[in-house]
C-alpha cells in the first residue's frame, strides 16, 4: 500500500473521447506529479504541482491538461489523443520539492488509444 | 544536461546469483540518488536512497554507495531471488535551474531471476 491511489487502472479511448484520470494521495503531501511511461523509453515527467500550484511543465501538448483542485487530488483531463498515447500514466507525490524527499508512486492507469 | 545512464537489460540470474546493476550519472551540483523498483503491472516503489557522497543506501538485501569521484551509484545484492524480478530504475533529483525537485530517471533494467 503506497498510499498514492488511482483510478482507473486501465482505459481504453478513442482519439476523439474526453476522458479523466484521477490520483489521490493520503500521506499529507505537498507535492504531486504526472508521468508518462512507455515502452523502452525512460520516465518522461509531464507536470509538478506545489501546493497546488503548476511549478513545471514540460513542452506537454495541451490535449493533455492537468488540474489540482487540492494538495491531495491530483487530475490529467485528455482529450482528443492520439494512438502515440498510448501508455503508463503514473502519479506521485513528495512531502516537498526538496531534493532529498522521495516520491511515492501510484499503480499507474494504463491507457490505450484506439 | 543531467542525465542518468544504467546497463542496458534483460539482465537473467539464476536463484542466489550476486546481483549488480551498473548506474552513473551527470548532474550539476550535489544531487539525491534512488534506486527505484517496478514490480508487474505495479507502479514504482523506491528501493533505497542516498543524498551524500560516500552515503549508503540499503533495503531488502540490496545496497547502493553514492561514489561522487566515480559518479556512481551502482545497485548490488549478494543472493538474489525469484521475488526480486523486476525493472529497476536508478534516478537522481536535485535543484538546479528551473527542475526544481524533478527526479531525472534512466531507461530501467530488467532483471530476471530463475529458480
Known amino acids: 500500500e503506497t498510499g498514492v491511489t488511482q483510478t482507473p487502472r486501465h482505459l481504453v479511448m478513442g482519439m476523439t473521447n474526453k476522458k479523466s484520470l484521477k490520483c489521490e494521495q493520503h500521506?499529507?503531501?505537498?507535492?504531486m506529479y504526472w508521468y508518462k511511461q512507455s515502452a523502452k523509453k525512460p520516465l518522461e515527467l509531464m507536470f509538478v504541482y506545489s501546493l497546488e500550484e503548476r511549478v513545471e511543465n514540460n513542452s506537454v501538448p495541451s490535449r493533455f491538461s492537468p488540474e489540482c483542485p487540492n494538495s491531495s487530488h491530483l487530475f490529467l483531463h485528455l482529450h482528443t489523443l492520439q494512438p502515440e498515447d498510448s501508455a503508463l500514466y503514473l502519479c506521485a507525490s513528495s512531502p516537498g520539492l526538496a531534493d532529498t524527499y522521495e516520491q511515492y508512486f501510484g499503480p499507474g492507469t494504463r491507457l490505450t488509444v484506439t | 544536461g543531467n542525465s542518468v545512464t544504467q546497463m542496458e537489460g534483460p539482465v537473467t540470474l539464476s536463484e542466489e546469483a550476486f546481483l549488480t546493476i551498473n548506474c552513473t550519472y551527470t548532474?550539476?551540483?550535489?544531487?539525491?540518488l534512488f534506486w527505484y523498483v517496478q514490480y508487474p503491472g505495479e507502479g514504482l516503489q523506491l528501493l533505497l536512497k542516498?543524498?551524500?557522497?560516500?552515503d549508503k543506501g540499503s533495503n531488502k538485501g540490496f545496497e547502493a554507495t553514492y561514489r561522487k569521484e566515480t559518479t556512481s551509484f551502482h545497485l548490488e545484492k549478494g543472493s538474489v531471488q525469484v521475488s526480486d524480478s523486476a525493472v529497476y530504475f536508478c534516478a537522481l533529483r536535485g535543484n538546479y535551474g528551473g527542475s526544481q525537485g524533478n527526479l531525472i530517471f534512466g531507461k530501467g533494467t530488467k532483471l530476471s531471476v530463475k529458480p
Open positions: 500521506l499529507g503531501h505537498n507535492a
Open positions: 548532474a550539476t551540483g550535489y544531487p539525491s
Open positions: 542516498a543524498t551524500k557522497a560516500d
